[in-house]
């Protein structure tokens, strides 16, 4: 395609060109040299004068076959004003010349045949790595190829946007063999060599018996850029020996084995948490270190080495961005869903100004974002088009900052929400509820009783928020009350006498009061205060509120650093003074009259979750006592059971019953029907032997011996979580299947039927379409006490994936008098829905 002869034509007929046609002149231009096409070539000026200055212009006059990456006149004013020169100062530096020919490679290659290599060698002698976007190629993962290629006699030219920097890569490493014995351990490793880190790859070689526990960063100290390796993989896996590297065909998230007793990573390379590309243009020199949080220091773990491969130049490079590719973060789009994409850039080598973010695809309505400086990212929003067809879409995610930019691709779907007997009344997204970069989790409501006003308050981790849902087509964001210290997945809430108590995992939170009143006559968001706050133990698991009786109980409190408070059990409050709660007991467990002491009947037991109710059922020796249900999940072996307590007394409360069952994985939590005969218990983690989701049915008339009389698998294959009993129906909130609704009519028989359905999470679903599992959210934990599902070693299986998933609805509450169900989603933030038929 390119000539190899050289010919003079275009220099010894300059004169003859002015005398014959132009024909005979246009005929000569092929046989112009890659040195003639520079010299006429207007935006290649600072080039040529560059070239001429290093006396290469002969190289590229001569016969062969050659290729130029010739920067433009605009990447070299660019390229002049990052390193504080001028362009004769430019000219005078005496590695000018190996600048230049690191710019030109053997033989001509097309733009096709660069965008097919991995590596191109140039003349200098160090190579080029290649890599391409949604745009095109890129040179060393930055430089982009900017117009269509001038052929000349002797090659090719291909303009590019910045000037290359050449190359050094050194590998640094550091190991002494220590035992990682405390909460936080720290490595160092000091580089002397000068420069510029243009990439970075880190080999780690950890061995711990539980990764889950391990958080690992690698920080430059003179900067304080800390860029996240590893965060708690959810695995029960052990050691991290591999090579973290952007270029990685794996991901330290998405693609961690889950079993006990196996590597979590086996493969020789994973993408780190944040991409390495954080470090770009960081001064090589310096202090780094490696910093390994072990959240259980407790297990024997060994630091073994780890290593630095930094790949730098002399020159400082160019501003630019990172863009990160989102991570668990589905395209899927659900008719009627209004979705938030979260995009994190960053700014890279002295960057500043504005980032501008865009989605694009088929059939998507979408709005640019700004990210201003000193912000991390953003959120874009965007939704299925009216009338959009459902089916696969790819989406593209473009990042700008003057003339530096990024893109990546997703791949997504349109869908229908999977559905029936329910409909969609409104959708009310995690950033409209000023939780952007959250998650929802615990929801409950409250009528006022002077305006009859439906409030629905969802707790997210930032906060909770309270939307007006009066009008369910039509909700009302009312405000929010920030959490009381830092975010955190788990909040829980309820309500008694016009007040909202809320709890929160976060180390020191307490327990927040807020009067309700005050949400009266608000018609625009507000941000609240707290009414009161109680501070007797600092976090706690879940709060169990029994309106009746004016007792709140807080499960699972500790306060904080693991010191347990009653145990890990159940913190009694009075609540008579909502503003002034007052301790009033502990329960964490004791033994049923006429049972021996062993390990069924721990006095030290965590309860998870608990219904407490003043007894009217048919046991009439606890008629009109408190009882409370209690669900005792404990950690993975250490046993599951189910408990009635008698807390009429509560300071000296009773253990009436203790029992578990067959399969047990982890005792969640259970709701009583109406007349408190029966308890519905749904377990978080009997999924993982392979079944759909399972409610267990207890027979509870004689409370000192209740019986398991039957389950009920629910036709869909998710998490159970959240359930709830009104009007002989059970509202069950199952994660990635969203609100399941069952019929409770045959509970005496155990014969139960799911009649109707809303699904808040239709991203599994997409697998219909045809959507692969890279473009869905892997298995995370969120379940309160470790890690969460499996990542399936079939990554094809969408039965796994769904039935792995800590994803979706977290809870309901479908107690409003208008029959407005409300719905908490992890990743969507809150749902309204109607029934549409009884």
């Known amino acids: ?233 959810p695995s029960l896996g052990d050691d991290i020996a591999t090579t973290l590297s952007d270029r990685a065909e794996h991901d330290i998230i998405n693609d961690v084995v889950f079993e006990q007793e196996e590597p979590a990573y086996p493969e020789a390379s994973y993408r780190p948490v944040d991409p390495l590309r954080f470090a770009y243009g960081l001064p090589a020199a310096g202090r780094w270190k490696l910093v390994i949080r072990d959240r259980a220091p407790q297990l024997e773990g060994w630091f073994n080495e780890w290593s630095l491969v930094v790949t730098s130049t002399e020159e400082r490079p160019d501003p630019t961005l990172a863009l990160v590719r989102p991570r668990r973060q589905s395209a899927v789009m659900a008719h009627g869903f209004h979705e938030n994409l979260p995009v994190q850039v960053k700014r890279l080598a002295g960057l500043t100004g504005p980032i501008q973010v865009t989605i694009k695809g088929d059939d998507v309505a979408s709005e640019p974002v700004t990210v201003n400086d000193g912000e991390p990212g953003g959120f874009v929003p965007f939704e299925a088009a009216p009338g959009a067809v459902d089916g696969p879409r790819t989406l593209r995610i473009d990042a700008r900052a003057g003339d530096a930019r990024r893109n990546v691709a997703i791949e997504g779907s349109i869908v229908t929400a999977d559905a029936q007997g329910v409909e969609l009344a409104a959708h009310v997204p995690l950033m409209k509820l000023d939780a952007r970069g959250g998650s929802a989790n615990d929801i409950w409501g409250w009528t006022d009783p002077e305006t009859g006003h439906e409030i629905a308050l969802v707790g997210t981790s930032h906060n909770t928020a309270f939307v007006d849902v009066t009008t369910p087509t039509a909700p009302l964001y009312l405000g929010n009350l920030p959490a009381h210290g830092d975010p955190s997945l788990w909040r829980g809430l309820k309500v008694y006498d016009d007040h909202v108590f809320v709890i929160s995992e976060a180390e020191g939170h307490g327990m927040q009061v807020f ?224 609100l399941r609704v069952v019929d409770l009519a045959g509970v005496a028989n155990a014969s139960l039927a799911e009649v109707a359905y809303f699904d808040t999470y239709p991203d599994d679903d997409a697998f219909d379409d045809g959507i692969p599992p890279s473009g869905l959210r892997a298995a995370r934990g969120r379940s309160g006490f470790g890690p969460g599902g499996p990542r399936p070693h079939d990554p094809n299986d969408p039965r796994a994936l769904r039935w792995a998933s800590f994803e979706g609805a977290w809870s309901n509450y479908p107690f409003f008098a208008s029959g407005t169900i409300v719905i908490s989603d992890i990743n969507r933030g809150l749902f309204v829905l109607r029934r549409t038929a009884p």
């Open 515 to 738: 009067d309700l009143t005050r949400l009266r006559g608000v018609t625009a968001p507000q941000t609240f205060a707290e009414t009161a706050h109680y501070d007797g133990f600092g976090n706690a698991h879940t709060l169990i509120l029994d309106e009746e009786s004016g007792f709140g109980y807080a499960a699972g409190a500790t306060n904080g650093d693991y010191e347990h408070l009653c145990n890990g059990g159940m913190f009694t409050l009075d609540l008579h003074v909502p503003a002034q709660p007052v301790f009033a007991g502990c329960f964490s467990g004791g033994i049923p009259a006429g049972a021996q002491a062993g390990p069924d009947y721990r006095t030290d037991l965590y309860t998870h979750d608990a219904q407490c109710v003043v007894y009217r059922g048919p046991d009439t020796a606890y008629q009109g006592h408190q009882i409370c249900i209690t669900s005792d999940g404990q950690l993975l072996t250490e046993g599951n059971w189910v408990g009635v307590v008698d807390m009429t007394d509560k300071a000296s409360p009773v253990q009436l019953s203790r029992f578990t069952y067959e399969g047990a994985g982890y005792t969640h939590q259970g709701w009583l029907t109406e007349d408190h005969q029966y308890f519905l218990l749904n377990d978080e983690f009997d999924e993982f032997e392979g079944i759909n989701t399972r409610t267990y049915i207890f027979d509870m008339r004689d409370l000192d011996a209740p019986v398991l009389i039957g389950t009920f698998d629910n036709p869909r294959d998710s998490v159970g979580h959240n359930s709830f009993v009104r009007d002989g129906f059970l509202y069950q909130a199952n994660y990635t299947s969203g």
């Open 1 to 233: 395609m390119f000539g190899a002869a050289r010919s003079n034509c275009a220099r010894s007929l300059a004169l003859l060109a002015v005398l014959v046609s132009p024909v005979l002149q246009a005929a000569c231009d092929w046989d112009d040299t890659i040195a003639d096409k520079v010299r006429d070539t207007p935006e290649l000026s600072k080039l040529e004068r560059a070239l001429e200055r290093a006396g290469l212009m002969s190289t590229l006059e001569d016969d062969g076959s050659l290729t130029l990456f010739a920067p433009t006149d605009a990447a070299i004013a660019r390229f002049l004003e990052s390193q504080h020169m001028s362009l004769d100062e430019l000219l005078a530096v005496p590695a000018l010349r190996d600048m230049l020919r690191y710019h030109v490679a053997d033989p001509a290659r097309s733009v096709d045949e660069i965008g097919a290599a991995q590596t191109i060698t140039t003349v200098e002698g160090r190579a080029i790595e290649i890599t391409k976007d949604l745009d095109g190629v890129l040179l060393n993962d930055d430089v982009r190829l900017v117009a269509t290629p001038i052929e000349a006699s002797n090659g090719v030219i291909h303009l590019i946007d910045a000037v290359l920097a050449r190359p050094t890569t050194r590998t640094y490493t550091s190991g002494p063999h220590h035992p990682i014995d405390e909460r936080e351990f720290t490595d160092v490793i000091d580089i002397p060599d000068p420069g510029h880190v243009r990439g970075l790859e880190v080999r780690l070689d950890i061995q711990h018996p539980g990764v889950y526990w391990l958080s690992v960063s690698l920080v430059h100290e003179a900067s304080g850029e800390t860029i996240r390796l590893v965060n708690r993989p």
